[in-house]
């Protein structure tokens, strides 16, 4: 990881791993994909490897990935989606020439259409975050309990009561200032 950026904090569902490169959004915002460099990072760890990312495609990406986190938070509270949001999830989906391949050792891979499509990663992000906002896989679209986090996240748990995105630090930083109060209150 080059020096001086934040590091990621990836989810299992593409979509909401990718919405949260923007953390803290009611707090101190945390960017993790302040520089084209980061976002092809991003990219080669979730499985959507690209060669270069310019500065407009990185601007595309941030765009969808706000259209996707508005359309997901609206979704887990069963409000309407916003027609903008809706319209740019869309463009990103309808433009990406990704190709679902099937590996020898039976696995999905993504075989985007050139090196240097960053359009097609989008593309393929973009579908992902339609299957969960459509409600086609197992799972319930949730925000996250932390009131300057909100992320929305995917809760795949069998109760469907998970409380906490995917980022692993606001359970743990709730624990950790319960843990703290009562320390305070018994000494
Ligand atoms: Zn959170």
């Known amino acids: 990881m080059p020096a001086g950026f934040p590091d990621f904090r990836l989810g299992p ?36 490897a690209v060669e270069s990312c310019t500065t407009a495609q990185l601007e595309l990406a941030r765009e969808l990935r706000e259209s996707i986190h508005a359309a997901a938070t609206a979704a887990a509270l069963h409000d309407p989606l916003p027609a903008s949001a809706v319209r740019v ?14 590996t020898p050792e039976g696995k999905r891979r993504w075989q985007l259409s050139s090196a240097t499509r960053v359009e097609d990663a989008l593309g393929v992000i973009a579908a992902d975050a339609i299957s969960i906002i459509a409600g086609e896989r197992d799972g319930r679209l949730a925000l996250c309990a932390s009131a300057t986090c909100r992320a929305a996240f995917f809760d795949t748990s069998q109760s469907r009561t998970r409380k906490w995105c995917d980022m692993n630090t606001c359970g743990n930083r709730q624990k950790k200032a319960r843990f703290n109060a009562a320390h305070r209150k018994s000494s």
Request: charged share 20%; glycine share 8%; hydrophobic share 45%.
């Open 13 to 48: 569902v593409l979509a909401t791993s990718f919405t949260g490169t923007l953390s803290e959004r009611h707090g101190k915002p945390v960017e993790r994909i302040p520089v084209p460099q980061r976002l092809v990072d991003w990219l080669a760890v979730s499985g959507l």
């Open 89 to 102: 999830i869309n463009d990103r989906s309808a433009q990406g020439r990704a190709a679902a391949v099937l």
